[in-house]
């Protein structure tokens, strides 16, 4: 093992191989611990709604692990463990992080801060009726489990974002800590009382908001691997002072990167022994926490991806949802997917040189397979010249 001596300067491509490795694309994953491990590992897996190969919150140990079954995913999230000697025990629960993201269930008492500043800030533009909230909970005891529409309906007869009172009034309750998602079922949240889901453990181990931050701070420092004030507070959606508040105190090392404007930590452990392994190819989703952060994605990779989901039909320049591929722990290019049918269409590919071919190739076919396509079919290449080479490659 190549042992890095004690430094506080990096190279860039020493800092992108370190962040290789913390978001488990560079050496071997531990496929023993699954996608557990996985979630573990990174700390938060984000929620999304949209779906093309698959949702987001699939994408994520795919890309890491390879072609898991995607009913082995949703298990492995939403499972309870139990035993003759406890209730059942969630692995994770949904709440708000980098945005609505499965975290593991054992940080549920490094949230306590959230959920009170939730509870003292002013409500949205919803407003309840008397007996609204408490009407929600009082079902909740009384009937157990329950999805929005089984609590009375999800919406009114408005727009998507016209809630129903039992829809505001559970999200209400779910932001401050009194009901828990530790479920989904066909997409809807599963909503219970905290009180009942949550282990006595942690659901009694209410933190002070230093300690709670201290927590995040490492953890994101961890899952990075090396980033900057931004790059970590971002990861749970900090504020740039309450990183400043407990940075000294946890455990990050200050470091400076090589190309990099503004200062940086590491997780120490990331700078015990070089970065070496196995590189993944893979298609990244968009929500994927290796790329998340559109500014350190520029920095480490050089690559600019900006989600066109949201952007009018004709301003797309690369697609509704286009993927990144990472292969050689670089972004080689990218391609905006679609399934008719049997069939992954490869609706617009952009790759940066002929040398992404084969790695454009190999990941289509895996992601084909994984989601039970039998072909795959290139529409449309933004360098012409490459269509017949990946055609080819593809087979």
């Given at each position: 093992?190549?042992?890095?001596?004690?430094?506080?300067?990096?190279?860039?491509?020493?800092a992108?191989?370190?962040?290789?490795r913390?978001?488990?694309f560079?050496g071997?994953?531990?496929?023993?611990?699954?996608?557990r491990?996985?979630?573990?590992h990174?700390?938060?897996?984000?929620?999304?709604t949209i779906s093309?190969l698959a949702r987001?919150?699939?994408?994520i140990?795919?890309a890491?692990?390879g072609?898991?079954?995607r009913?082995r995913?949703?298990?492995?999230?939403?499972s309870t463990?139990s035993?003759?000697?406890s209730?059942?025990r969630?692995?994770a629960?949904?709440?708000?992080?980098h945005?609505?993201c499965?975290?593991?269930?054992e940080?549920?008492p490094?949230f306590?801060?959230?959920?009170?500043a939730?509870?003292?800030?002013p409500?949205?533009n919803?407003?309840?009726?008397?007996?609204?909230?408490?009407?929600?909970i009082?079902?909740?005891?009384?009937?157990?489990?329950?999805t929005?529409?089984?609590l009375?309906?999800?919406?009114?007869?408005?727009?998507?974002?016209?809630w129903?009172d039992?829809?505001?009034?559970v999200?209400?309750?779910?932001m401050?800590g009194?009901v828990v998602?530790t479920?989904?079922?066909s997409?809807?949240?599963?909503?219970d009382l905290?009180?009942r889901?949550?282990?006595?453990?942690?659901?009694?181990d209410?933190?002070?908001?230093a300690e709670c931050?201290r927590?995040?701070?490492?953890?994101?420092?961890?899952?990075?691997?090396?980033?900057?004030?931004?790059?970590i507070?971002?990861?749970h959606?900090?504020?740039?002072?309450?990183?400043?508040?407990v940075?000294a105190?946890?455990?990050?090392?200050?470091?400076t990167?090589?190309?990099w404007?503004?200062?940086?930590?590491?997780?120490?452990a990331a700078l015990?022994?070089?970065?070496r392994?196995?590189h993944?190819t893979?298609?990244?989703?968009?929500?994927d926490?290796?790329?998340?952060?559109?500014?350190?994605t520029?920095r480490?990779f050089?690559?600019?991806h900006?989600l066109?989901?949201?952007?009018?039909?004709?301003?797309?320049?690369?697609?509704?949802?286009a993927?990144?591929l990472?292969?050689?722990?670089?972004?080689?290019?990218r391609?905006?997917?679609?399934?008719?049918?049997?069939?992954?269409?490869?609706k617009?590919?952009?790759l940066h040189?002929?040398?992404?071919?084969?790695?454009?190739?190999?990941?289509?076919?895996e992601?084909?397979q994984w989601?039970?396509?039998?072909s795959?079919?290139?529409?449309?290449m933004?360098?012409?010249?490459l269509?017949?080479?990946l055609?080819e490659?593809?087979?």
């Amino acid at each position: 093992m190549t042992i890095l001596p004690p430094v506080t300067t990096l190279s860039a491509d020493e800092a992108r191989r370190i962040a290789l490795r913390a978001q488990g694309f560079l050496g071997a994953p531990d496929r023993r611990a699954g996608v557990r491990g996985v979630l573990r590992h990174l700390g938060a897996v984000q929620l999304d709604t949209i779906s093309v190969l698959a949702r987001s919150h699939e994408l994520i140990p795919y890309a890491r692990l390879g072609a898991v079954g995607r009913d082995r995913i949703e298990s492995a999230y939403w499972s309870t463990t139990s035993d003759s000697a406890s209730p059942a025990r969630p692995h994770a629960f949904e709440y708000w992080s980098h945005a609505a993201c499965i975290l593991p269930i054992e940080e549920w008492p490094h949230f306590a801060f959230r959920r009170r500043a939730y509870r003292d800030r002013p409500h949205w533009n919803h407003q309840l009726p008397d007996g609204a909230y408490d009407a929600v909970i009082k079902q909740l005891h009384a009937e157990g489990p329950l999805t929005a529409t089984e609590l009375g309906g999800a919406k009114n007869k408005g727009e998507w974002w016209d809630w129903s009172d039992s829809k505001v009034a559970v999200e209400r309750a779910l932001m401050y800590g009194e009901v828990v998602c530790t479920e989904r079922r066909s997409w809807k949240r599963v909503y219970d009382l905290a009180e009942r889901a949550i282990p006595d453990a942690l659901f009694h181990d209410d933190l002070e908001d230093a300690e709670c931050l201290r927590r995040l701070v490492r953890l994101a420092g961890q899952s990075l691997g090396v980033g900057t004030r931004a790059d970590i507070a971002d990861y749970h959606r900090l504020k740039g002072e309450q990183f400043d508040e407990v940075v000294a105190d946890s455990g990050l090392v200050p470091v400076t990167v090589e190309g990099w404007s503004k200062p940086a930590w590491a997780d120490p452990a990331a700078l015990e022994s070089a970065p070496r392994g196995r590189h993944r190819t893979t298609l990244l989703s968009p929500f994927d926490s290796l790329i998340w952060e559109r500014a350190r994605t520029e920095r480490i990779f050089g690559f600019t991806h900006r989600l066109e989901a949201y952007v009018p039909k004709p301003k797309r320049v690369y697609g509704y949802f286009a993927m990144p591929l990472l292969s050689g722990g670089r972004i080689m290019g990218r391609v905006d997917p679609a399934r008719e049918g049997r069939t992954l269409v490869a609706k617009q590919v952009s790759l940066h040189s002929p040398k992404a071919v084969e790695p454009m190739a190999q990941a289509l076919v895996e992601a084909a397979q994984w989601v039970g396509c039998d072909s795959v079919r290139v529409e449309r290449m933004d360098q012409p010249e490459l269509a017949g080479p990946l055609v080819e490659a593809i087979g």
